[in-house]
């Protein structure tokens, strides 16, 4: 299979179900086997996942991409090795962040419930437009990319969690920012803006939020 055809959903899904790292190994660049240069579309994938990750406070290093040859056997051990090594030394996912287990499935449901917006911003305003390795890095770790990346999918990443933590029952602010690990005044914002759309309310009762 392409590795352009590894979708942000397998990935998600994978962490969803326990795995502690997942690996994507693909054509080395300008050797496509067949001919789509998929392996920069799951380059641009990978990347923009691993912004995901740490935006949620999980170590982006638990996803890894590589790309050899049919006959870089050596080369496929040493990267296996090396990465299952990696994976070990992080610990389990979630523990090994300091995030508790509710904490962990709320995040992962909310940037899996947003999958279909974000492709569509990825194809839009977060893909590079060339074949080029160097340039594909080089834009994502620019502050064109932050910006970019915060304006279109940050925003919508932490209402999202908001929602799905509120589906297990009422919450202070306080209690959400730590939960989410923002700031009050952060959870606060988005719950305004989210209160405008009718997406949750304010229990006056009991002094904290609901979904509407």
């Given at each position: 299979?392409?590795?352009?055809?590894?979708?942000?959903?397998f990935?998600?899904?994978?962490?969803?179900?326990?795995?502690?790292?997942?690996?994507?190994?693909?054509?080395?660049?300008?050797?496509?086997?067949?001919?789509?240069?998929?392996?920069?579309?799951?380059?641009?994938?990978?990347?923009?996942?691993?912004?995901?990750m740490?935006?949620?406070?999980?170590?982006?290093?638990?996803?890894r991409?590589?790309?050899?040859?049919?006959?870089?056997?050596?080369?496929?051990?040493?990267?296996?090795?090396?990465f299952?090594?990696?994976?070990?030394?992080?610990?389990?996912l979630?523990?090994?962040?300091?995030?508790d287990?509710?904490?962990?499935?709320?995040k992962?449901?909310?940037?899996?419930?947003?999958?279909?917006?974000?492709?569509?911003?990825?194809?839009?305003?977060?893909?590079?437009?060339?074949?080029?390795?160097?340039?594909?890095?080089?834009?994502?770790?620019?502050?064109?990319?932050?910006?970019?990346?915060?304006?279109?999918?940050?925003?919508?990443?932490?209402?999202?969690?908001?929602?799905?933590?509120?589906?297990e029952?009422?919450?202070?602010?306080g209690?959400?920012a730590?939960?989410?690990?923002?700031?009050?005044?952060?959870?606060?914002?988005?719950?305004?803006?989210?209160?405008?759309?009718?997406?949750?309310?304010?229990?006056?009762?009991?002094?904290?939020?609901?979904?509407?």
């Open positions: 299979m392409c590795s352009g055809r590894v979708d942000l959903s990935v998600l899904r994978a962490f969803s179900n326990g795995m502690d790292g997942v690996f994507i190994g693909g054509c080395r660049y300008n050797e496509c086997n067949f001919g789509t240069h998929g392996n920069y579309h799951a380059l641009n994938m990978v990347l923009l996942c691993q912004k995901i740490e935006h949620l406070g999980l170590n982006p290093e638990r996803l991409i590589e790309t050899m040859s049919a006959g870089d056997g050596t080369l496929f051990a040493e990267v296996m090795n090396e299952g090594k990696k994976v070990k030394e992080l610990g389990p979630g523990k090994g962040e300091g995030i287990e509710k904490a962990l499935k709320s992962l449901e909310a940037v899996t419930n947003l999958v279909p917006y974000i492709r569509l911003v990825e194809r839009e305003r977060l893909r590079v437009p060339v074949k080029s390795e160097e340039e594909i890095l080089n834009f994502f770790t620019s502050v064109e990319f932050n910006r970019l990346f915060d304006e279109t999918v940050g925003e919508k990443l932490a209402i999202s969690q908001i929602i799905s933590l509120l589906q029952g009422p919450l202070t602010t209690e959400i730590k939960l989410i690990g923002l700031t009050p005044s952060e959870v606060s914002r988005h719950l305004n803006s989210s209160s405008r759309q009718r997406f949750v309310r304010y229990d006056e009762g009991r002094k904290c939020y609901a979904l509407a």
